[in-house]
C-alpha cells in the first residue's frame, strides 16, 4: 500500500491556507501551523486581486467564497492632484464568465480562505512558532517555540515577508526593503464622490498618493502612501496618536482637488500606518525538503497589485509540482522553475509602478505631461501592456513534466 504523503504549512495567512486546499486536492495531507496565538486574519485594510489570483482560486474550487465577499473593480482611473484624468483604462479583463479583478478587504480574504479550508477539514495549529527545520530519513521535521514538533514529506514556508524558513533555509537571505512610502487607510460614510461604485481611483497628489473605491452600498475605501524618506521605526510610528496621524493626512492632502480631505475627515477609525516593503530578490527557495511560497519568497511592493495573487499561484503551482513529481526535490525545482522567472517580473513591475509616488515637483509635472500620453499608446485599439501579468492561466489537469508549462496566456 503507497503512503499517503504529507506536508507542513508555515503561517496560517492566504498562501498557507491556499496551499493547504491546492495539496489536499494533489493528494497530499497537510496541517497549517500559525505562530499567533489567533488566525492570522490581519489588520482591516483591503486589497486587490486581479484575475489572475482568481482564477489561480478558481482551479482549487476557492473563488466563489472569495467573490462573495468581494467589490468588481473592472475599470482603473489614474488622476493628478489638480483632479485631471490622466488615464481611465480597464483594470484587466474578464474571465470566460464574465469575472473581472476584485477588491476585498483582507480579513474577508482570510476568513473566506480559512472557514473552507475548515469545511474541507483541514487543520491550523495556532501557536505554534517555527524556531528549527531538521531533515530526517523520511523528509522534514519542524520545531517550534512551546516545544513542540512535526514531521512530513515536505515543509511549505508560507510565513510572509519577515519569514522565518526563509532565515533558517539561508542565513544570508536578504532582508524585506523599504520602499519610501508608509501605507494607511480606512472606510468612510456620507461623502459623495463621483462616479459608480467599483472604480479604481488613483491619484497622484501633490504630496502624497492616496486612492479610493465606492462600495455598492455607498461606503469608501480608501488607502494614501505618505511619503517617507528615510524607514521610520515600526514601534515609534504604532505610538503616533490617532489624532495627530489624522491631522498628517489632512495637511497632506489640503492642497488636492480630490475627495482625500473629505473621506478622511468622514473616517472613524483611521489605520495606524505602517511600513510598506518589498523583498529584493532571495536566492534560496528551497533546500530539498523545504520550500518558500507567497512573500517569504518573493514579496512584492503593494503598487503592484499582485501580492496576494502571485502567493495563490505559487501554492497552486507547488500542489501541481509535488502532484506529478514522486522525487519532493525534484518537484521543488520544478517549482522554482516555474515561477521564479514570473514574480521576479512582477516585482520589478511593482517597483516601477511604486517610483511615480515619492517624486518631487520637476519629476510629477514630467509625470503628469507623460502619463496621458504614454497610457493612450500602451492600450490603443484594445491593447493591455499587462496582459501578461492577469491573463495568465494556470492548467489543473496538465501534467507539470519536465517540459510542459504549468500555465498559458489565453
Given amino acids: 500500500m503507497t503512503r499517503r504523503r504529507t506536508a507542513i504549512v508555515i503561517g496560517g495567512g492566504i498562501a498557507g491556507q491556499v496551499a493547504a486546499v491546492a495539496l489536499r486536492r494533489a493528494g497530499i495531507e497537510s496541517t497549517v501551523h500559525e505562530a499567533h496565538d489567533r488566525h492570522a486574519d490581519g489588520v482591516g485594510a483591503f486589497l486587490g486581486l486581479g484575475l489572475n489570483g482568481i482564477d489561480a482560486l478558481r482551479t482549487v474550487g476557492l473563488d466563489a467564497p472569495v467573490l462573495a465577499r468581494s467589490i468588481a473593480t473592472p475599470r482603473m482611473v489614474l ?52 524556531t528549527g527545520i531538521g531533515h530526517t530519513a523520511r523528509g522534514v521535521r519542524a520545531e517550534f517555540a512551546d516545544g513542540s514538533s512535526a514531521e ?33 487607510g480606512g472606510y468612510a460614510r456620507g461623502v459623495d464622490v463621483p462616479g459608480p461604485a467599483g472604480v479604481n481611483h488613483l491619484c497622484f497628489g501633490r504630496r502624497a498618493f492616496f486612492g479610493w473605491i465606492k462600495a455598492p452600498d455607498g461606503e469608501v475605501w480608501w488607502f494614501a502612501n505618505p511619503p517617507v524618506p528615510r524607514e521610520p521605526d515600526p514601534e515609534e510610528l504604532a505610538t503616533v496618536p490617532a489624532p495627530l496621524w489624522r491631522a498628517r493626512l489632512l495637511d497632506l492632502f489640503a492642497d488636492d482637488r480630490s475627495p482625500a480631505v473629505d473621506l478622511v475627515r468622514a473616517t472613524e477609525e483611521v ?107 500602451l492600450f490603443r485599439n484594445g491593447r493591455d501592456p499587462l496582459r501578461w501579468v492577469w491573463d495568465h492561466h494556470i492548467d489543473w489537469d496538465t501534467p507539470v513534466t519536465a517540459d510542459a508549462p504549468a500555465a498559458v496566456i489565453r
Wanted: hydrophobic letters at 40%; proline letters at 7%; aromatic letters at 4%.
Fill in 79 to 130: 488622476l493628478d492632484g489638480r483632479g485631471r484624468v490622466l488615464a481611465d483604462v480597464p483594470n484587466g479583463g474578464t474571465l470566460p464568465d464574465g469575472t473581472h479583478a476584485i477588491t476585498i478587504r483582507r480579513p474577508d480574504l482570510y476568513a473566506a480562505l480559512r472557514e473552507e479550508a475548515g469545511r474541507r477539514g483541514l487543520p491550523t495549529a495556532v501557536g505554534r512558532r517555527l
Fill in 271 to 377: 489605520f495606524p500606518g505602517w511600513i510598506t516593503y518589498d523583498l529584493p530578490s532571495v536566492p534560496t527557495w528551497h533546500d530539498g525538503r523545504a520550500v518558500l511560497i507567497g512573500d517569504a519568497a518573493h514579496a512584492v511592493s503593494p503598487s503592484a497589485g499582485q501580492g496576494a495573487a502571485m502567493a495563490i499561484e505559487d501554492a497552486v503551482v507547488l500542489a501541481m509540482c509535488l502532484r506529478d513529481h514522486d522525487d519532493v526535490p525534484a518537484a521543488l525545482a520544478r517549482y522554482e522553475q516555474l515561477r521564479r522567472d514570473r514574480v521576479e517580473r512582477v516585482r520589478a513591475q511593482g517597483r516601477r509602478n511604486g517610483a511615480g509616488k515619492t517624486v518631487g515637483p520637476l519629476g510629477r509635472a514630467v509625470r503628469d505631461l507623460a502619463l496621458p500620453i504614454v497610457m493612450r499608446r
Fill in 152 to 184: 512530513a514529506d515536505v515543509l511549505v514556508g508560507a510565513d510572509g515577508i519577515r519569514s522565518t524558513t526563509r532565515r533558517l533555509l539561508d542565513p544570508r537571505a536578504p532582508d524585506a526593503a523599504y520602499v519610501g512610502f508608509l501605507n494607511t
